[in-house]
């Protein structure tokens, strides 16, 4: 089942903080945060594991609620460089090792 | 190191026809998953081989399948191609599952296919 990302688009200022959140109406095992730039292919950001296990760029920061189903990614001090499209995808217990993927949170990082 | 390569770049099919879209993994990956990227839909899971097999499917007509060969790398087919076929469709390798959770996925620069 799809997760519901939001929100759907976000504009900021160079240096100002995004909050991009992931909700899923099922019991979830991971979550992972990809951003892709216009024309270009999805580029892995961070996963984060049931039981606090977190693998990812240092630059990024992102929370994960299991009793909520919520994932949240962190954008602090936002550069031009961050403009792109956010995917969470989740994972379940019965996924079979398959990410299911939000529709994508628009960020721009404008001067 | 060499990424995840795809080809062709585009392709561009008539509704009916068949398409074969391909994918090349990263050395020492053996899992290659493949997603659909229609316009506004975000990335839709097709399909997962690893180590030659089919491990799991989306959920998509039985006209989407693929294979992959004992290099690892995978071949998509769709047949019988419907104009809401027409999408980016994405290809990522990555290690198997080793500590119960999907690994970090490389993805390819994907195949535009346009059914007119």
């Known amino acids: ?111 | 190191e060499a990424g995840v390569t795809q080809s062709p770049t585009h392709l561009i099919k008539t509704r009916g026809q068949q398409a074969t879209l391909r994918c090349s993994p990263i050395s020492g990956h053996t899992s290659v998953y493949w997603y659909q990227q229609a316009l506004g839909l975000g990335l839709q899971f097709l399909l997962w081989y690893d180590e030659g097999e089919e491990r799991n499917r989306g959920n998509f007509p039985p006209r989407f399948s693929g294979r992959q060969f004992p290099n690892y790398s995978s071949e998509l087919n769709v047949n019988a191609l419907e104009l809401e076929d027409s999408a980016l469709y994405l290809c990522a390798s990555t290690l198997p599952p080793a500590s119960g959770s999907i690994d970090e996925q490389y993805f390819g620069p994907g195949t535009r296919l346009t059914v007119t």
């Open chain 1, 1 to 111: 089942q799809q997760p519901v990302q939001s929100p759907q688009a976000v504009i900021l200022r160079e240096g100002e903080d995004a909050v991009i959140n992931c909700s899923s109406s099922k019991a979830l095992y991971s979550v992972h945060w990809y951003r892709q730039k216009h024309g270009e292919a999805p580029v892995f950001l961070m996963i984060l594991l049931k039981g606090g296990e977190q693998k990812g760029h240092e630059k990024i920061s992102a929370s994960f609620n299991e009793k909520k189903q919520q994932s949240s990614l962190y954008l602090t001090a936002s550069q031009l460089s961050y403009s792109g499209t956010y995917f969470c995808g989740t994972e379940n217990s019965n996924s079979g090792y398959a990410l299911n993927f939000g529709k994508g949170t628009s960020l721009l990082v404008t001067p």
